[in-house]
């Protein structure tokens, strides 16, 4: 039984490009959830998805950020014309939806890093 | 909004020793969680606590929430240097699905 894979696992983008981080949560678990870390911080909550919606996106900036769970595939985290202060990991986490609150599982997360 | 603080940042424990760490909600928590994350690593569950009072074991960890759901603690005995990580206590308020985080503690160890 596969745990939440994200991917990649590191990634290193130039101020002005786009990045893309993928999360496919475990077996069964139709909730995803989003969160950013700064070094030596905790976790900050950006967006909560189910299939094909976007249930909460409160945490995420405005500007240049999005994020989809399509029916089919995995779900994504897009930041458009990355700056410096994108650097951190991104976390990704799924849960069964079964009831509220719900466990959530974590991914190993994607480590950005802006040049 | 609901605020989760977490004291002390950092812990510098003998191996052998005893430590706590403290989790504050600013609100009333539906529940709160505790997640380790090692260096370089990502957060895993360790523990849900529920009701009031309640008072859960695991091996050398005991966790308890607070009567009044607003605050939890985590107490390590006899420190290893397997416990070396950053504890974070993660809270939701009633009915939600938002967890909010604390800053975690960060515990070294010296052998």
């Known amino acids: 039984n596969a745990g939440v894979m994200q991917n990649p696992r590191h990634l290193v983008r130039r101020r002005g490009q786009e990045a893309r981080l993928r999360c496919s949560p475990m077996k069964g678990h139709s909730h995803v959830y989003w969160y950013r870390q700064l070094p030596e911080e905790g976790l900050k909550f950006m967006v909560y998805?189910?299939?094909?919606?976007?249930?909460?996106e409160s945490g995420m900036p405005k500007e240049r950020f999005s994020a989809e769970f399509p029916k089919e595939g995995p779900s994504i985290l897009r930041i458009q014309q990355v700056v410096r202060g994108d650097s951190a990991a991104y976390f990704c986490?799924?849960?069964?939806?079964?009831?509220?609150?719900?466990?959530?599982?974590f991914g190993p997360g994607t480590r950005l890093t802006v040049l | 909004g609901q605020q989760v603080m977490q004291i002390p940042q950092y812990q510098h424990v003998q191996e052998g020793e005893d430590f706590t760490t403290y989790c504050n909600s600013s609100t009333t928590l539906s529940n709160i969680q505790w997640y380790k994350q090692r260096p370089g690593g990502h957060p895993v569950f360790l523990i849900q606590l529920v009701k009031s009072g309640e008072v859960k074991k695991q091996k050398r960890l005991t966790f308890q929430f607070g009567e009044a759901k607003k605050n939890s603690s985590l107490h390590i005995t006899a420190t290893q240097t397997t416990d070396v990580g950053t504890y974070f206590c993660?809270?939701?308020?009633?009915?939600?699905?938002?967890?909010?985080f604390g800053a975690g503690t960060t515990v070294t160890v010296r052998a």
């Open positions: 986490a799924s849960s069964p939806g079964l009831e509220l609150p719900d466990t959530q599982y």
């Open positions: 993660a809270g939701f308020s009633s009915n939600d699905y938002k967890l909010s």
């Open positions: 998805l189910q299939k094909e919606n976007i249930i909460d």
